[in-house]
Nanobody, 121 residues
Framework: QVQLAESGGGLVQAGGSLRLFCSAS????????MGWFRQAPEKEREFVAG????????WYADSVKGRFTISRGDAKNTWNLQMNNLNAEDTAVYYC??????????????WGQGTQVTVSS
């Protein structure tokens, strides 16, 4: 029943920044940990970042650690991904989803349509 919607993607030059936004609807709020995933062309979807229900614990893929920051939104069932110092390897469709527990990387729900991030080299 939960539906996910991503926004904020676009085209950016290498070294630039973008902020992505996620909004979930149709289910209980603040029940699960929250995460971001991405899928580059001809690659499998991969975990990018996660945040615990309280916001006190965050975890990241090694490829984005130190550059990306996940945070909870002001409204319930919303969360964000601040992406800094982007490079061409970050080009992908980005998706948000819930995960079961902190430090896990497995999605719980169905996928939204994602938002395209394209980094020009």
């Amino acid at each position: 029943q939960v539906q996910l919607a991503e926004s904020g993607g676009g085209l950016v030059q290498a070294g630039g920044s973008l902020r992505l936004f996620c909004s979930a609807s149709g289910g209980p709020g603040n029940t699960y940990t929250m995460g971001w995933f991405r899928q580059a062309p001809e690659k499998e979807r991969e975990f990018v970042a996660g945040i615990s229900r309280s916001g006190s614990i965050t975890w990241y893929a090694d490829s984005v650690k130190g550059r990306f920051t996940i945070s909870r939104g002001d409204a319930k069932n919303t969360w964000n991904l601040q992406m800094n110092n982007l490079n061409a390897e970050d080009t992908a469709v980005y998706y948000c989803n819930y995960v079961d527990r902190p430090r896990e990387t497995l999605p719980l729900g169905s996928w939204g349509q994602g938002t395209q991030v394209t980094v020009s080299s």
